[in-house]
């Protein structure tokens, strides 16, 4: 196994973008020798990813067209990373240089909004690293030589993968391990992805994920618009489990259980609360005494960093100012384990008198008028 990492790390030496002979041996190592290497160990990963042998994914990349600076092998469920975009694995990853390949648990640097592939930025992968961190940290604190940060020498691309990586253990070229402390190093690493992975299925919102009904509303308007209609979703995209976008039936249980909460809260500080929602384009109509307050519930399993408003709420709380309010209830948890979809917890957040300023309003999506009007 460490002549094969030796000589890919030999052949970056000689890197180009172009399908040299050099590159086209390194390709052959990274797609074949080194994946049909790990094979006969596909049992053992299997026993520390928790998963069925047949869906311990063991392949090879470097470069399609172009050729890769920083070309890699990665071992994963595809049901849960259908490709290296997307999802968390477990990845070799040869620097730039030569100097160093690493074993990392990372992420994949895109996600599927619904039309479209979209890269995530670095403040959404590092939020991402934060959350599955303490997943891991217990195991892998013990672990000798293990680190947080790497360095690939490999520009844009290496940069992204660098952000995207949440522990890594690192092999420079002069001492390389032998093929059972290799394997060892491997199976401890699946086994803290089969941490993330579990932590993943449970969790409602993972930070540094797009906002849920920011994400169906851009979509919508999106499809409204012709573009990206559906069964366009390319198969590498495909995520099984919990995905981004929220059902119908999850999107009215989170505004029940935000408008709930909205309820309590205003009437134990002795207002008089009237829900208004299926007639009003607002939530809640509160009176105390000579007081009136006019209110706009937006409920999430986000962190509530962003809300959708429609045109109609905008409008009439504008009006309404300063005798209006804005409750946000985020991080609110789904439990999809019953014969139906409830929402529990959540944390209120109001903002009154509710003023909105221009720059924190960004359309989703435009109407425009032709030269047919």
Same mark, same amino acid.
């Given at each position: 196994?460490?002549?094969?990492?030796?000589?890919?790390?030999?052949?970056?030496?000689?890197?180009?973008?172009?399908?040299?002979?050099?590159?086209?041996?390194?390709?052959?190592?990274?797609?074949?020798?080194?994946?049909?290497?790990?094979?006969?160990?596909?049992?053992?990963?299997?026993?520390?990813?928790?998963?069925?042998?047949?869906?311990?994914?063991?392949?090879?990349?470097?470069?399609?067209?172009?050729?890769?600076?920083?070309?890699?092998?990665?071992?994963?469920?595809?049901?849960?990373?259908?490709?290296?975009?997307?999802?968390?694995?477990?990845?070799?990853?040869?620097?730039?240089?030569?100097?160093?390949? #690493?074993?990392?648990?990372?992420?994949?640097?895109?996600?599927?909004?619904?039309?479209?592939?979209?890269?995530?930025?670095?403040?959404?992968?590092?939020?991402?690293?934060?959350?599955?961190?303490?997943?891991?940290?217990?195991?892998?604190?013990? !672990?000798?030589?293990?680190?947080?940060?790497?360095?690939?020498?490999?520009?844009?691309?290496?940069?992204?993968?660098?952000?995207?990586?949440?522990?890594?253990?690192? #092999?420079?070229?002069?001492?390389?391990?032998?093929?059972?402390?290799?394997?060892?190093?491997?199976?401890?690493?699946?086994?803290?992805?089969?941490?993330?992975?579990?932590?993943?299925?449970?969790?409602?919102?993972?930070?540094?994920?797009?906002?849920?009904?920011?994400?169906?509303?851009?979509?919508?308007?999106? !499809?409204?618009?012709?573009?990206?209609?559906?069964?366009?979703?390319?198969?590498?995209?495909?995520?099984?489990?919990?995905?981004?976008?929220?059902?119908?039936?999850?999107?009215?249980?989170?505004?029940?259980?935000?408008?709930?909460?909205?309820?309590?809260?205003?009437?134990?500080?002795?207002?008089?609360?009237?829900?208004?929602?299926?007639?009003?384009?607002?939530?809640?109509?509160?009176?105390?005494?000579?007081?009136?307050?006019?209110?706009?519930?937006?409920?999430?399993?986000?962190?509530?960093? *962003?809300?959708?408003?429609?045109?109609? *709420?905008?409008?009439?709380?504008?009006?309404?100012?300063?005798?209006?309010?804005?409750?946000?209830?985020?991080?609110?948890?789904?439990? !999809?384990?019953?014969?139906?979809?409830?929402?529990?917890?959540?944390?209120?957040?109001?903002?009154?008198?509710?003023?909105?300023?221009?720059?924190?309003?960004?359309?989703?999506?435009?109407?425009?008028?032709?030269?047919?009007?």
């Amino acid at each position: 196994m460490n002549d094969a990492l030796a000589r890919v790390m030999d052949l970056q030496l000689r890197y180009t973008w172009r399908a040299t002979p050099e590159m086209e041996r390194r390709g052959v190592i990274v797609r074949e020798e080194i994946p049909r290497a790990l094979a006969p160990h596909r049992e053992a990963m299997a026993g520390t990813l928790g998963v069925p042998v047949e869906r311990v994914r063991i392949e090879g990349a470097d470069g399609a067209g172009r050729k890769s600076r920083v070309p890699w092998v990665r071992v994963c469920d595809p049901e849960r990373s259908p490709s290296a975009m997307n999802g968390w694995y477990v990845v070799l990853l040869f620097s730039g240089d030569g100097a160093r390949v #690493y074993l990392a648990l990372m992420q994949g640097t895109t996600y599927w909004t619904g039309t479209e592939l979209r890269s995530r930025s670095s403040e959404e992968l590092t939020a991402r690293v934060n959350w599955a961190h303490p997943h891991v940290v217990e195991a892998a604190e013990d !672990r000798a030589g293990m680190l947080r940060r790497i360095d690939l020498a490999g520009g844009k691309l290496g940069r992204s993968y660098e952000l995207g990586v949440v522990v890594a253990l690192g #092999y420079r070229r002069d001492a390389l391990p032998g093929t059972d402390a290799f394997v060892d190093d491997l199976l401890f690493m699946t086994g803290l992805l089969r941490r993330v992975y579990a932590a993943e299925s449970e969790a409602t919102y993972v930070p540094g994920d797009p906002v849920p009904e920011v994400l169906d509303a851009e979509v919508s308007a999106d !499809r409204a618009a012709g573009r990206g209609a559906v069964g366009t979703r390319p198969a590498s995209a495909t995520r099984s489990g919990q995905g981004f976008l929220l059902s119908a039936v999850e999107r009215r249980v989170i505004e029940a259980h935000s408008v709930a909460m909205a309820t309590e809260h205003f009437a134990a500080q002795g207002w008089t609360v009237e829900d208004v929602g299926a007639r009003r384009p607002y939530d809640l109509h509160l009176t105390r005494g000579d007081e009136e307050l006019h209110v706009e519930v937006k409920g999430t399993t986000s962190l509530g960093q *962003e809300v959708v408003l429609t045109r109609a *709420e905008v409008e009439v709380q504008r009006a309404f100012a300063p005798h209006n309010a804005l409750v946000v209830v985020h991080s609110i948890r789904l439990d !999809r384990s019953g014969a139906e979809v409830t929402a529990e917890g959540g944390v209120l957040h109001c903002t009154s008198p509710w003023v909105m300023e221009q720059p924190d309003l960004t359309p989703i999506s435009y109407r425009y008028r032709t030269d047919l009007a």
